[in-house]
């Protein structure tokens, strides 16, 4: 893939990327993992194996979630619960994005395959999966 280009990302592509054996914790998936860092883009195809993430909010950017297979848990909205502002490597802080470990007042939605979620900037929110999502 090179960047500026479009490009055309077949579903049996796809599909054969998600027979891939999975792995605990969180993982960036090819074709897109390579895409985005060449693009530059927020895009990716994230499997999450019995993963509990942290709450965060993106001051700068949305989320658009489409559910591939399996289960993930969502809590959107409410507020961070002792939210800290992201610390870059450099030391620095980021406040286009903020973290928490929980969040108060959020409202739970379950994704199963076919499901998308959209999640504005500015809204908290974090996600989790029991098995593979």
């Not at 895009?43 to 965060?56: M, P, Q, R, T």
């Not at 001051?59 to 399996?70: P, R, Y």
């Not at 848990?73 to 030391?91: E, P, R, S, Y």
Request: one cysteine or more.
């Amino acid at each position: 893939m090179s960047k500026r280009e479009s490009i055309h990302i077949e579903n049996s592509y796809i599909q054969g990327v998600l027979k891939q054996e999975s792995v605990e914790g969180k993982r960036l998936l090819e074709p897109l993992k390579e895409f985005a860092k060449i693009n530059g883009v927020p895009f990716n195809i994230l499997e999450d194996k019995n993963v509990d993430n942290d709450a965060e909010v993106h001051m700068h950017e949305a989320d658009l979630w489409h559910c591939l297979e399996g289960e993930v848990t969502f809590i959107c909205g409410g507020q961070l619960v002792n939210g800290k502002a992201k610390v870059n490597k450099d030391g620095s802080l980021d406040e286009r994005e903020w973290k928490a470990k929980e969040i108060k007042g959020g409202r739970e939605m379950i994704l199963s395959p076919g499901d998308w979620l959209f999640i504005p900037a500015g809204e908290p929110h974090k996600h989790s999966a029991k098995g593979v999502a």
